[in-house]
């Protein structure tokens, strides 16, 4: 009997050590927990920021480096027309839109502004006044602060005073001697012309046009009076080109629109009219 029972507790504890391990689990126990799998770390924790700031970050390096690409080109003349220095600075202005502190783009913009100092210079050496002060102008609009510019623009301003008074000077003495719009490169409206187109509210300038006008209303009054009825129409028609509302001119061009008895009877009433005003 001793030997049966140690064979049955033997039994049973084979049975017991079976339903913990593989067997059929007993009654009031657990199955084993199995553990979690563990997820993908590209899963769990996407990447999503870096890579596309890098991506960002390297289509934006090469838009610029083709800008400035661009702006080199436009300014060293191997375009077409030559050098194209408005196109370049536009270059740059979209260069400093993305990286303002971009130094080649700054030193191309003080370039340029340099540039029409230059061409500014040259101008004036050659006597052309007008096109010195338009290069300042852009000059100056590009690098406000430019030192060379601004020496350049009080220089141009002196220089620009005494072509003025020179041409004024010239324009009296064709206005004296009835040179008023021919001959062209020596009459007195072509002078005060230039210095209009140096100085536009040039109050002498103004004011010599003006006595142009009335220069001519004189001649054709004159020429109406003692019956020179094509030139006092010449008179009138150079008068209004230049004076197109001048009050004397316009009253002569009706008188002179008359029939032909209209404008004698016209000429004879001109002629008489001095005597009664005496």
């Known amino acids: 009997s001793g030997g049966n029972g140690e064979e049955g507790q033997k039994l049973a504890t084979e049975s017991q050590t079976q339903g913990q391990v593989g067997g059929t689990p007993q009654v009031g126990t657990s199955p084993p927990q199995s553990a979690p799998k563990a997820e993908p770390q590209d899963q769990q924790e996407p990447q999503r920021d870096l890579p596309p700031r890098q991506e960002e970050a390297g289509s934006q390096d090469a838009t610029v480096q083709t800008l400035l690409s661009q702006a080199d080109q ?3 003349g191997q375009g077409a027309k030559g050098p194209d220095l408005p196109l370049a600075l ?5 260069v400093l ?4 502190d971009n130094a080649q783009a700054l030193a191309g913009i003080r370039y340029i502004g340099e540039q029409y100092g230059v061409s500014a210079e040259q101008a004036m050496r050659a006597g052309h006044i007008s096109e010195a002060a ?3 102008q852009k000059g100056l609009a590009i690098t406000p602060g430019n030192r060379r510019l601004l020496d350049l623009q009080a220089r141009f301003n002196e220089e620009r005073r005494e072509a003025i008074r020179k041409l004024i000077g010239r324009a009296e003495d064709a206005l004296q001697r009835d040179s008023l719009t021919t001959p062209a490169d020596d009459c007195a409206y072509g002078y005060y012309q230039q210095v209009m187109r140096m100085d536009e509210k040039n109050s002498a300038a103004t004011t010599g046009i003006a006595r142009i006008a009335d220069r001519y209303a004189e001649l054709a009054d004159d020429a109406y009076r003692n019956m020179r009825i094509s030139n006092a129409k010449e008179y009138v028609r150079q008068g209004l080109a230049i004076a197109p509302q001048h009050r004397q001119l316009r009253q002569l061009q009706r008188d002179l629109s008359r029939s032909k008895p209209g404008i ?3 000429s004879i009433e001109k002629s008489i009219r001095p005597v009664f005003q005496q």
């Open 97 to 100: 839109e993305r990286e303002p």
């Open 90 to 94: 536009d270059f740059f202005h979209q």
């Open 134 to 136: 338009a290069h300042l």
């Open 74 to 76: 436009a300014m060293n």
């Open 264 to 266: 004698f009877f016209k």
